[in-house]
């Protein structure tokens, strides 16, 4: 895991930053002389405002982070002031999911919102907040929030020297197919599960399974996506909660110790949360168990509790997508797939005419793109390449594809360099190979369920031009080579697929 890919360590250094951010704002709020359950709240407020945070550019991060309290100091106010009601508390605090789930159809800001709504709600109940604690929490938010934005916008401004690349829109739908008011239903219903289940096993505790089924909702679009994600969160969960019974309880809440032990949980969670969801689960379960040491409550029994309400949450959150507007893994990944290969095609057409001289066609962004979309494929196919799936045909042709897909990344991108190059000249063969390649993958989209097979087309000799012109057919053929592979596992079922892999 830690191995992991991470070009220009991108991730190494957000991660570094949220350590500092974190910090800085638990320092802060311990220099007002706030309370402890207000330094913690300083803590989580700041790192929920670097963690979620996640728009295209720096000026709209900003604005971002700007409007976090406008969203997080209401439902403060209404979580605390509904402690002693529990069945109207409950039922708020299901509006409020419902609503920060909806807000997703607002990109990356809805997102981030709908987030720290639910999270501010959530960590009233974490520290059973009541009324009088109010204008401390929002002094500890307030303090948090400033002290990250110092830092994320100022001192340590990553994404000026290294923009983001912006992350590829939604699937589409209307009405109720619309996947935000779908998911808005499920995870309103896999939270009121949740929540009733949770408080049958504990009533001071039960809040963990509504987050457990909450986060696992986020970045999720299938039944298969949602299943993975849910025993990915029950793993990190449990191996998180060894690791406290050997960290967390023997420390019995010593200052020192535990601040040094949540500050690498901090970078954990930064730092693994792209690649890995079990292993961030592992860390935000330890810094769970710290955070109850500090407050005196750490106990054998409260750590097991965790694991059970994690279960439920799970639970709650399978129920949600296999009875409420349900959408299959199939239905999902082949979207992802489409989008991808009308990508293919793009960066095709524009190396081509970059190559004929065109100066404003770029390649460079659609490749980007592709990889952006290729991220999403994956994610959307991992409920079928799961060492644990028992579908050993669709999970051999799930393989195929990716192993196709990643070829046609790999080609676009040296197609993409060579354009780039201002000497390379244009060819006639290159015109015919964008051609076939376009007719490729109008053949791979094409909603016919038998097309005719796609054949590639051998180039006719030609004499060597400029090496440039020579590189760019060689990827163009390496893409028509692998856009014909893939009409075998796109088009055949998976049976046949497993034969040919």
Do not use: K
């Amino acid at each position: 895991m830690f191995v992991a890919p991470d070009p220009g360590l991108l991730r190494l250094r957000v991660s570094l930053r949220a350590v500092l951010g974190v910090s800085l704002s638990v320092a802060a709020a311990e220099l007002c002389g706030l309370s402890l359950p207000a330094s913690i709240t300083a803590g989580l407020a700041s790192l929920l405002a670097l963690f979620t945070v996640g728009d295209a550019t720096v000026r709209s991060q900003m604005v971002t982070t700007a409007l976090l309290p406008a969203v997080g100091f209401p439902v403060l106010a209404l979580a605390a002031a509904l402690h002693g009601t529990p069945l109207l508390r409950d039922v708020c605090w299901l509006a409020v999911i419902f609503a920060g789930v909806y807000a997703r159809r607002w990109g990356p800001r809805g997102q981030a919102l709908g987030i720290f709504a639910f999270m501010m709600f959530f960590t009233t109940q974490f520290l059973h907040a009541v009324p009088s604690q109010l204008p401390e929490l929002y002094g500890a938010v307030a303090l948090a929030i400033a002290a990250s934005a110092g830092v994320r916008f100022g001192l340590w401004c990553i994404e000026r020297r290294t923009a983001p690349p912006a992350a590829p829109a939604p699937l589409t739908g209307r009405g109720l197919a619309h996947p935000t008011t779908r998911q808005a239903f499920q995870a309103t219903v896999a939270c009121g599960i949740a929540l009733g289940v949770g408080q049958a096993l504990s009533e001071a505790r039960w809040y963990w399974a509504v987050g457990a089924a909450w986060w696992i909702f986020v970045n999720t679009a299938s039944r298969g996506e949602t299943l993975v994600r849910g025993f990915r969160r029950v793993l990190g969960t449990v191996t998180g909660i060894v690791a406290g019974l050997l960290i967390a309880i023997p420390l019995h809440g010593a200052p020192a110790p535990t601040a040094v032990l949540v500050a690498v949980c901090v970078f954990g969670i930064f730092y693994t949360a792209a690649p890995s969801y079990s292993w961030m689960m592992f860390f935000v379960t330890v810094m769970a168990g710290l955070l109850y040491g500090l407050l005196g409550v750490l106990h054998p029994g409260l750590l097991v509790l965790r694991v059970q309400e994690t279960a439920v949450g799970a639970l709650g959150a399978v129920v949600g997508v296999a009875l409420v507007l349900p959408v299959s893994t199939h239905a999902a990944t082949d979207a992802w797939i489409q989008r991808a290969l009308h990508c293919v095609h793009r960066c095709t057409a524009a190396a081509a005419h970059r190559l004929a001289g065109d100066e404003s066609a770029d390649p460079a962004p659609r490749a980007a793109e592709l990889e952006l979309l290729l991220g999403r494929v994956r994610h959307s196919l991992a409920p079928l390449v799961h060492p644990l799936s028992p579908l050993r045909a669709r999970r051999a042709r799930a393989h195929q594809v990716l192993v196709l897909l990643d070829d046609c990344a790999r080609e676009v991108r040296g197609l993409a360099m060579v354009a780039a190059d201002p000497a390379a000249s244009h060819d006639a063969r290159l015109t015919a190979a964008c051609q076939r390649v376009e007719a490729a993958v109008a053949t791979l989209v094409s909603p016919s369920p038998d097309p005719s097979p796609w054949t590639a087309l051998t180039a006719l000799p030609a004499p060597h031009h400029h090496p440039g012109a020579e590189a760019a057919l060689t990827h163009l053929h390496g893409l028509e080579r692998a856009l014909g592979e893939l009409a075998a596992p796109l088009r055949s079922s998976p049976r046949a697929a497993l034969a040919v892999a």
